[in-house]
């Protein structure tokens, strides 16, 4: 089977198979790449699956597994002990490398379909590979429906599970592929690679004493953490500290939400429901989200959650708990009870639980989320990560390998192996903590476009010269940026040329820049051509224009220190002993260039927050075929073609606006595209 389904399995186009008689659903992440995890859940979420994040509620489990006991394995891993039914007929594992073909078997007819009653949904997710991914529905509420004949075809194996919540069976993707290919339902007989009853697991203790499954699963679980994540310690010249625990890496089993009494006589109608919600539009570029959304409180303890996972490198649940925010972002009105939070895309009954709790709190805040402020080990773990240049690997290393503690650790006994990033990032770790004000940010900006045009005064023949637009969170309206982004273009592409390097070197020389720490010319060394569709190259960057990361600082100050006269010290050292007293903070800066003939592009790449610009490349490629980022667009299907979907903008905001309207997505300001 492939690794990408989505290369090989159509969208659905309202003519393929429904999975919505089917139990819930739950996808194996092993063997697979995120992004094919990624297509999976998308495929079966267009054709309304249940697909849960919680692997103890699913009853059908996708996954790239062949074997029964590797099937029992993968349960037991993530807290689900089971015993085998031991299907009537055997079935010959999948070996790798050969060709999987199932037997048809009889199917018999299902009168009616098993409803899971969960009174909501379940999952946890955020962006990534996880068992809680997350774009999409989840567990619904318990619709009676009934299964037609024409859904039969799941149903000899699947009547072993009804009436039976405690029965799973854990079958092979070929199913899906083949149900995608074949257009209908096929039977899952032959792809059932385990079918099981789950069963309370009691584990005994030297002293003769049982302990629960629940217990021994967490256990398990944060075993298996550690010996993943956790490096061993290397040698090091200073005595070992004694490594706490980190109570918020080991993944509770989530609770089920449950709607209550109350709940449910509670006369208040809800808000009428916007239409992404109504339509279950999964994608954040396509919906609007403000700044400061109704239930901002509530997103910053799921922001904490999220950075939690990234500090444990649980990529699946920052995904999903990227899309979860982002869809409670663009919702109008706040929230009354948690049984609202199930009817929007990317939640479910995991998210439920967690309004539930917050809601219930006397100060607003949710037991996860404090964990990142209480945690010791994660204090440290974000500390670290907050270094410019550093990220949570590299934090993680910095603390189970190195066993630093704190900066001080990390200038004492580490400096000279810190890359230059990372030591400027280390020496201006708390201004670089600091926001940025508008007002600063504007005139950093004034500052950079008065140079660009000093490198280019030919420019100005056309009587605009080059144009500067700040673009990142100022212009999402954030009262306080954590960094300035700057695009410059011009309509003549012989002005854009390595003008980076000239603008960088203007600067320097005036005493604003005071360390460039990457200059790239990618987009200049292709003669400033959009990136290629694709790309055989060992560097790997996170944009593909020209751009330059300085350390920015105003030269200008009160200078009240005159120890140094003309006379006692050269024009250098006095510049070297006035930078030392300036008491102005250091900022970081961006400058991007970007050819005229994609600043659209450019712009529109540079303005949004994550989740939306995820989103609109996913939307690029599952709707349209292109593949978007901030040099252009290209066709996927014919080898890379560029799509000039700006050509008539006379502007770069119509060029802006025509990318969007192009790519399907429709025109909302920068303003609307706070996903957090």
């Given amino acids: ?53 919680d692997v103890s509620e699913a009853r059908l489990i996708l996954g790239k597994i062949g074997q029964k006991k590797r099937a029992a394995l993968e349960l037991r891993s993530r807290g689900v002990w089971t015993e085998d039914l031991d299907l009537s007929a055997s079935k010959a594992p999948v070996k790798k490398g050969s060709i999987y073909e199932p037997t048809p078997r009889p199917v018999d007819v299902v009168a009616e379909a098993d409803v899971v009653d969960l009174s ?20 619904k509420r318990p619709r009676p429906r009934s299964l037609s004949t024409d859904r039969s075809s799941v149903a000899s194996t699947q009547s072993g599970l009804d009436g039976q919540a405690d029965v799973l069976q854990v079958v092979h993707l070929e199913w899906l592929d083949r149900c995608i290919a074949s257009k209908e339902l096929v039977p899952l007989d032959s792809f059932v690679v385990y079918q099981a009853r789950k069963v309370e697991h009691l584990v005994t203790k030297s002293g003769g004493t049982e302990v629960k499954s629940s217990q021994a699963s967490e256990i398990l679980q944060r075993a298996k953490h550690d010996a993943l994540s956790k490096p061993a310690p290397a040698s090091s010249s200073r005595p070992l500290r004694q490594t706490p625990r980190t109570p918020s890496s080991q993944h509770r089993p989530p609770k089920l939400y449950r709607q209550t009494t109350s ?133 993680r290393d910095f603390y189970y390998q190195r066993q630093w503690r704190d900066l001080d650790d990390v200038v004492e006994h580490g400096w000279n192996s810190l890359s230059r990033v990372q030591q400027i990032g280390v020496k201006y770790y708390e201004e670089f903590q600091q926001g940025i004000p508008r007002y600063e940010v504007e005139d950093i900006a004034k500052i950079v476009h008065r140079h660009a045009n000093l490198v280019r005064p030919d420019a100005q023949y056309d009587g605009c ?17 954590g960094d300035v982004d700057i695009v410059l273009s011009h309509r003549d ?22 360390h460039t720490l990457v200059l790239h010319l990618t987009t200049s060394n292709r003669d400033q051509q959009t990136l290629p569709y694709r790309v055989n190259s060992s560097g790997k960057h996170f944009d593909s224009l020209d751009k330059a990361l300085v350390v920015w600082q105003d030269p200008n100050f009160a200078d009240a220190d005159p120890t140094l006269s003309s006379s006692e ?29 994609t600043i659209g592009c450019a712009v529109l790449g540079w303005s949004g927050d994550t989740t939306f610009e995820r989103d609109l490349r996913r939307h690029a490629k599952k709707s349209r075929g292109w593949k978007f980022d901030s040099s252009g667009v290209r066709e996927r299907t014919t080898g890379g073609t560029v799509i000039d979907l700006e050509r008539e903008g006379r502007t770069w905001e119509e060029r802006e606006r025509l990318v969007m309207e192009g790519l399907g997505v429709g025109w909302r300001p920068p303003r609307e595209r706070c996903t957090r």
């Fill in 263 to 395: 709940e449910t006589e509670e006369t208040a109608p809800l808000p009428p429901a916007p239409d992404w919600v109504k339509n279950h539009t999964l994608y954040a570029c396509m919906r609007s989200t403000p700044l400061h959304p109704p239930n901002e409180r509530f997103i910053n303890q799921l922001v904490k959650i999220r950075q939690v996972r990234e500090l444990t490198l649980d990529e699946i649940g920052v995904r999903a708990y990227s899309t979860s925010i982002a869809s409670i972002a663009a919702y109008p009105y706040e929230f009354r009870r948690p049984s609202e939070i199930l009817t929007l895309p990317g939640c479910d009954a995991k998210v439920a639980n967690l309004f539930a709790e917050y809601q219930q709190s006397k100060d607003g805040t949710i037991e996860a989320a404090t964990t990142l402020d209480t945690d010791p080990t994660l204090k440290v773990l974000y500390e670290f990560s907050n270094i410019w240049g550093v990220g949570a690997k590299i934090a």
């Fill in 1 to 53: 089977m492939p690794d990408d389904l989505s290369d090989t399995s159509p969208l659905h186009d309202g003519h393929g198979p429904s999975f919505s008689s089917c139990p819930p659903i739950f996808v194996l992440p092993t063997h697979l790449s995120l992004e094919s995890l990624h297509e999976i859940e998308e495929n079966l979420l267009s054709r309304d699956a249940t697909l849960t994040y």
């Fill in 465 to 481: 010269g080059v144009e500067c637009i700040v673009v990142g969170g100022y212009r999402r309206g954030k009262e306080a940026s």
């Fill in 493 to 514: 592409e012989s002005v854009t040329k390595s003008l980076v390097v000239d603008v960088v070197g203007s600067l320097e020389s005036e005493g604003w820049i005071t």
């Fill in 120 to 139: 909501t949904e379940a999952e946890s997710g955020e962006d990534g590979v996880q068992s809680k991914h997350g774009t999409g529905k989840r567990l």
């Fill in 569 to 597: 010290a050269d024009a250098e050292e006095q510049s070297r002993q006035k930078r030392k007293r300036n008491p102005n903070p250091h900022r970081r800066v961006d400058i991007i260039i970007s050819p005229w003939r």
